[in-house]
């Protein structure tokens, strides 16, 4: 940083990193598949590669963000640290794959060589940047980790995740005295673990923004539906927000400000945690929400508000999706870039403009709000 440019602490971004997550390897075939049909001469990287955290790596150190960075190391979890969030039958079925050189947990979802000690090393990184906020050494702290964790349940792997780095620091949260977190997860596929995980608890308030896709299979029964709204003590702490296809940023700046601020405002938070996947991007593999960067650039500005307000300034952004390799760079940095609140976008947009039409989407937000104000009590008098 230049000796002459001086960051207020408070506008400080502490990313936790270690190149060691780098060694997940997950192959090569169709998509996400890791298959051969034998009739392609290239057969391309499955989604969740090293090169997409590689750039957004990269993006951080060398690009115009880089003056409100403090780089932090990260650090494997315990195995003792899982278990406030998974199974330990769970955690014993990972640690036995791994001895056996690898397995396929899903139709998408391969732990092999490498991947163990890769997944530990995120899940250790992210409760690293969680406890560096809580010890109060920075407000505002980012986890740049793979593999992702989000789709990770108590005892089930799911969509390119074994363990869920988000749900492990919300746990540490409140047993470090916390009293309500809440969890905004904007990756283009529902966060089902955190919802999950959190089901039956009215101390997590869990928000997911996502593409309308339901279930895919046994590893990830949930539907992301506007009726899965918690159990028990934890009823009407779990909204999602299933968006229509190509929502786009108008849209989603439509459901920020009409969905997830009021119940944020009504929720009360002192910790907030951004579960931030760039793969709801306009050009992603993984999906077509038609976001681009002022979208993401305009959802943290929304979460920094929020925190302001709300959690004395304290967030914590956790790494999920974001499957173009040059264009979820970019919209991290837009993201983050947002949670600084700067007053002019730091870095151009590459693409620039992507068409757009918000009214079906508004009309779906608007019967979504409708639903929840009738069936939430916390959100009656929204």
């Known amino acids: 940083m230049a000796s002459a440019e001086v960051i207020p602490a408070d506008n400080l971004i502490h990313v936790f990193w270690h190149e060691g997550m780098l060694k997940h390897d997950t192959g090569i075939g169709v998509h996400s598949k890791g298959i051969d049909p034998g009739f392609l001469d290239i057969l391309e990287k499955h989604p969740e590669n090293a090169d997409r955290v590689r750039n957004m790596y990269s993006i951080l150190k060398r690009g115009p963000i880089l003056p409100f960075i403090s780089w932090h190391q990260g650090r494997p979890a315990l195995i003792s640290e899982l278990l406030s969030f998974h199974t330990q039958e769970y955690v014993n079925e990972l640690i036995e794959a791994d001895r056996n050189g690898g397995k ?27 406890k560096h906020i809580i010890d109060g050494h920075g407000k505002i702290a980012y986890a740049l980790v793979r593999p992702p964790g989000h789709h990770a349940q108590p005892a089930q792997a799911d969509g390119y995740c074994f363990l869920n780095n988000a749900g492990l620091a919300v746990q540490l949260a409140l047993n ?126 929304t979460i920094r508000g929020m925190a302001d307000k709300y959690s004395n300034g304290r967030v914590l952004i956790v790494q999920e999706g974001g499957y173009h390799v040059t264009y979820a760079a970019y919209c991290l940095h837009a993201t983050l870039e947002g949670v600084l609140n700067v007053s002019e976008p730091l870095l151009s947009d590459p693409l620039a403009y992507y068409p757009e039409d918000e009214s079906f989407p508004t009309k779906v937000i608007e019967a979504i709000k409708k639903y929840q104000k009738e069936l939430v009590p916390f959100l009656k008098d929204a």
């Not at 890769?118 to 969680?130: F, I, P, Q, R, V």
């Not at 992301?224 to 909204?239: P, R």
């Open 176 to 301: 470090s005295g916390c009293r309500k977190v809440v969890v905004l997860d904007i990756d283009v596929h529902y966060g089902n673990g955190a919802g999950e995980g959190f089901y039956h608890s009215d101390k997590v308030l869990t928000i997911s923004l996502h593409m309308n896709h339901g279930s895919w299979g046994p590893s990830h029964p949930q539907g992301g539906t506007i009726d899965e709204l918690g159990e028990g003590e934890g009823f009407g702490y779990n909204l999602n927000i299933p968006l229509p296809n190509g929502t786009g940023d108008k849209g989603y700046g439509y459901a920020m400000q009409h969905l997830v601020v009021p119940a944020i405002e009504k929720f009360e938070p002192d910790m907030m945690v951004l579960v931030a996947g760039q793969d709801s991007s306009a050009f992603d593999p993984n999906g077509r929400q038609c976001l681009t960067m002022e979208g993401y650039r305009e959802i943290g500005r």
């Open 104 to 130: 396929k947990f899903s139709g998408t979802t391969f732990l092999n060589p490498g991947s163990w000690d890769a997944a530990l090393l995120a899940a250790g990184t992210t409760l690293s940047a969680m």
